[in-house]
């Protein structure tokens, strides 16, 4: 190597990182795995049929739709493969394939690509793929299975955990080991609530996501939760392991594009989050309101931004400066 | 209007070029809530075009006698006229029709397509022009009504031109053999019809995507897209009282 080019400058950044965003959903995959491998053991290998059909056909949706756009390909970041992954773990095991299919078409070119592809989805591209399903063909989104019946061949539907206790049944509830394993009836990837926290120690590990919207989102919703319930923990543990609080709080609060970059404006969208499921939870008619209550921050979250864009050193807000002047 | 344009493309700019619902954007209101089915949008859209004929006829022959401080009461009062008389029919003939049309029927009356063809076409431009202009506008607006809500229809319940007869009752009993629309999806089978469609959701899904289609044939055709371009489009700009402090930067005023 000759001198010259040993003293090139170049322009900024000069100190590179080797994170891409192919980087980051590889992790964010690796994260999902141990709930995929739990949810095939609880569901059976239906669950993974579900899964193939929802990532080939977002990677194909991602494909066609950008090449009929003329823009440039964008399969190979794997972002695709995640919002298939995550639409599937947001599915009952029982779905007709084709519905699964559409809701991935659903979630790939109409939020995502149609709005400018990664990072301009506005919101949560898997979330909006469910809600469409669950209020197009809301019979077969409710269909629950008994979990590990798969091996005797017959399956049994049941209700989920959180609708037993929206019913007050509390009797026929599973036990807490069975919840922290996963051994309910629910969609296939939100059941192993250990598999989840495992997938999710990894990604903050990893750095890929920050620990503040988990905390705070699990956090303001124990609270509610549990003055709502009288301080009964048991109500609790129950609330948070029934539904996809640990799915949706690991996994789908966290999307980059849709979620404030300040820690305080995280703050404010975790609580905002954690506030709307536990009131969905406790007064709305439908037993679970994860999908909507991060459906809902994820809108409200450029104007959270705006709000809590922090002041740069040594400057005067707009307004004081004009009180100021006007003294 | 400045140009003379001939009566054939006074009729047909209604339908593509200067759609009403899906270039102008306007009466959305409406659009989203009627066209859940066929037969209803075919009835919304046959009583809009009757109400639109009338009001620009009428208000075309009164244009030099209504004052132009008090024109807006006046179209209204000679719109909402017609729509009474339409709805006086529709209750009496077609009864199923005006159930499921609901308060929309009446509300023919704030629709802003006809308020808007009043006020930027009847008024300045001699009676025969202005039948013409009524007739295709209201015909683009019912073309418009019958795209989105056979979108909806059959994806959204599987059925197409469901209730028929409720339309066809102005002919009497059981016309057509009887005929009431056809099950495409009848939900016992594999395939279900996708409930959101028809859902406010679904509506506006639809309308974003046929605004977007007519967008690309309109631009095929080198015309203009359909866009909001901010106050100086509006007719307001005049009389507002808020500052369009972009427009007086841009020097549009």
Redesign the interface.
């Known amino acids: 190597m000759s001198v010259e080019n040993k003293l090139n400058i170049s322009a900024s950044p000069h100190v590179r990182s080797k994170t891409s965003s192919k980087r980051i959903m590889l992790d964010v995959i690796i994260a999902l795995v141990p709930a995929l491998i739990a949810a095939v053991f609880i569901f059976g290998y239906r669950v993974l049929a579900v899964t193939a059909t929802t990532v080939l056909t977002a990677v194909i949706a991602e494909y066609l739709s950008r090449k009929a756009m003329k823009r440039h390909n964008t399969i190979g970041d794997f972002s695709a493969v995640v919002t298939g992954v995550l639409l599937a773990f947001n599915l009952p095991v029982t779905i007709?394939l084709?519905?699964a299919a559409?809701g991935s078409v659903i979630a790939i070119v109409?939020v995502k690509q149609m709005f400018g592809g990664i990072g301009q989805n506005f919101v949560n591209p898997a979330l909006i793929g469910r809600i469409?399903l669950l209020?197009?063909?809301?019979t077969?989104m409710t269909c629950w299975t008994e979990p590990l019946k798969w091996r005797t061949g017959d399956a049994v539907t049941t209700a989920t955990p959180l609708a037993l206790m929206a019913a007050d049944k509390k009797d026929q509830l599973t036990g807490l080991a069975d919840m922290l394993l996963g051994v309910r009836a629910g969609c296939l990837g939100e059941t192993c609530a250990i598999a989840l926290i495992i997938g999710g120690v990894y990604l903050i590990i990893r750095k890929v996501i920050s620990p503040v919207i988990p905390l705070v989102y699990i956090g303001t919703f124990s609270v509610i939760t549990l003055i709502a319930g009288n301080g009964d923990f048991t109500y609790l543990a129950y609330q948070i392991m029934g539904g996809g609080l640990l799915l949706g709080a690991f996994f789908m609060a966290t999307d980059y594009a849709t979620c404030p970059i300040n820690f305080k404006g995280k703050i404010v969208y975790a609580i905002g989050c954690g506030l709307l499921t536990a009131v969905i939870r406790l007064f709305g008619s439908l037993p679970e309101g994860v999908s909507f209550s991060i459906i809902l921050m994820n809108i409200l979250t450029p104007h959270i931004e705006s709000l809590t864009t922090p002041k740069p050193f040594g400057t005067v807000k707009e307004k004081k400066a004009k009180k100021e002047a006007a003294e | 209007m400045a140009e003379k344009r001939s009566m054939g493309k006074e009729f047909t700019k209604g339908f593509i070029s200067e759609n009403p619902v899906l270039r102008l954007v306007l009466g959305t209101c409406p659009t989203l809530a009627v066209t859940t089915s066929v037969v209803n949008a075919i009835g919304m859209g046959i009583a809009a075009t009757i109400v639109l004929i009338g009001s620009n006829i009428v208000i075309s022959a009164l244009r030099k006698i209504i004052p132009s401080k008090v024109r807006i009461p006046a179209f209204v009062v000679v719109i909402a006229s017609f729509v009474t008389i339409v709805q006086m029919l529709v209750k009496a003939f077609v009864p199923v029709l005006d159930e499921s049309l609901g308060v929309y029927l009446p509300l023919i009356v704030v629709n802003c397509i006809i308020l808007g063809r009043a006020e930027a076409f009847a008024s300045k431009n001699p009676v025969l022009v202005s039948a013409v202009d009524g007739l295709g506008m209201g015909l683009g607006f019912t073309t418009a009504l019958l795209c989105m809500s056979s979108i909806r229809e059959i994806i959204g319940a599987g059925t197409f031109l469901a209730g028929t007869q409720s339309l066809l009752a102005l002919f009497g009993e059981n016309v057509l053999g009887g005929f009431d629309g056809f099950t495409l999806i009848s939900g016992n089978g594999a395939l279900k019809p996708m409930v959101i469609l028809i859902l406010a959701p679904g509506g506006f899904f639809v309308f974003g995507m046929l605004m977007a289609c007519v967008n690309k044939l309109a631009e095929k055709k080198g015309k203009p897209k359909a866009e909001l371009k901010g106050c100086s489009s509006c007719p307001m700009a005049a009389t507002c009282s808020l500052e369009c402090k972009n427009d007086i930067k841009e020097g549009n005023v």
């Not at chain 1, 209020?135 to 809301?138: G, R, T, V």
Request: hydrophobic residues 55%; glycine residues 0%; proline residues 9%.
């Open positions: 007709p084709w519905m559409i109409v469409v209020s197009s063909f809301s077969d």
